[in-house]
Nanobody, 111 residues
Framework: QVQLVESGGGLVQPGGSLRLSCAAS????????MSWYRQAPDKERELVAF???????VYADSVKGRFTISRDNAKSTVYLQMNNLKPEDTAVYFC?????WGQGTQVTVSS
């Protein structure tokens, strides 16, 4: 049974940092591209970043230079390090593998 469980969200002040984790199980993690998406209230879900099986990364323009995606195949976990957070980063963040989504973790950036 494929499972993706996100964690690490929370409330942070503008300029702060958070690290999200997504623990995967039920499939061969190293064989899959892993992605992070986010969805803000009243907005469509959007791609934040993805990392390929070879470790290549792609980022949305809005997060380039601030966010870093990484993976640990030994732990079947993908991470999203988020620095210099802005109020517009407030959203529910989801990880995705193939057609499977996690349940999401809330990130709120507010003073």
């Amino acid at each position: 049974q494929v499972q993706l469980v996100e964690s690490g969200g929370g409330l942070v002040q503008p300029g702060g940092s958070l690290r999200l984790s997504c623990a995967a199980s039920g499939f061969t993690f190293s064989n899959y591209r892993m992605s992070w998406y986010r969805q803000a209230p009243d907005k469509e879900r959007e791609l934040v970043a993805f990392i390929t099986t070879a470790g290549n990364t792609v980022y949305a323009d809005s997060v380039k230079g601030r966010f870093t995606i990484s993976r640990d195949n030994a732990k079947s976990t993908v991470y999203l390090q988020m620095n210099n957070l802005k109020p517009e980063d407030t959203a529910v963040y989801f990880c995705k593998a193939s057609a499977k989504w996690g349940q999401g973790t809330q990130v709120t950036v507010s003073s």
